[in-house]
């Protein structure tokens, strides 16, 4: 006979001490997770040093630079910016869902979203994240399309690579709209299984 409150199909959770060796082994795998995050720290440092040499550089040339020149500077700061926050939120996000919770509830400097993140969650923001960066990249992009077909061309884009880029980035609007999409379901379906 179940307890008040217990599914009748739910087993009772065993102690840690209780577990096979083998589900041990499977539940202490997700560890192997943690290089990976560390990795992606160093690779923010490195974004870091990216973002203060380009601003480095633009100080240095803020009187010699035309306003598109400091306008796409200022662009790459932003998508460095964007890249490091979609860095942080696979860290953070990631490690708390995947990997071990970080205990930080009621801490001042909690990420507001952090508090109802899950894989779900992350999947989403990481594909509104893409978005924003694709879209800096396509300003850039259409940007410096004014010099195609200039006597003094300064551009490596061509027309067709322009199509694509903007074809591509179509593509991962679509992508998150089907995630979310697919997420809304998922939730609706759970809410309604719950409900019967």
Known sequence: MSQAGESPHQKPALPT??????????????????PLYLGLIVAQCVYVFKFLKELVHLVQHATDFSEQQIMLVVLGLIDVVMISNLLVMVIVGGYETFVSRLNLQGHPDQPEWLSHVNASVLKIKLAMAIIGISSIHLLRTFIEAGNIGSANRTTDYTETG?????????????????IAWVDRMTVTAAAASKAH
């Open 17 to 34: 001490s209780q577990l096979s060796l083998m589900s041990k082994i499977i539940f202490g795998s997700r560890w192997l997770q943690l």
């Open 162 to 178: 322009i199509i694509l880029q903007t074809v591509i980035h179509t593509i991962f609007i679509v992508s998150a709209i089907g």
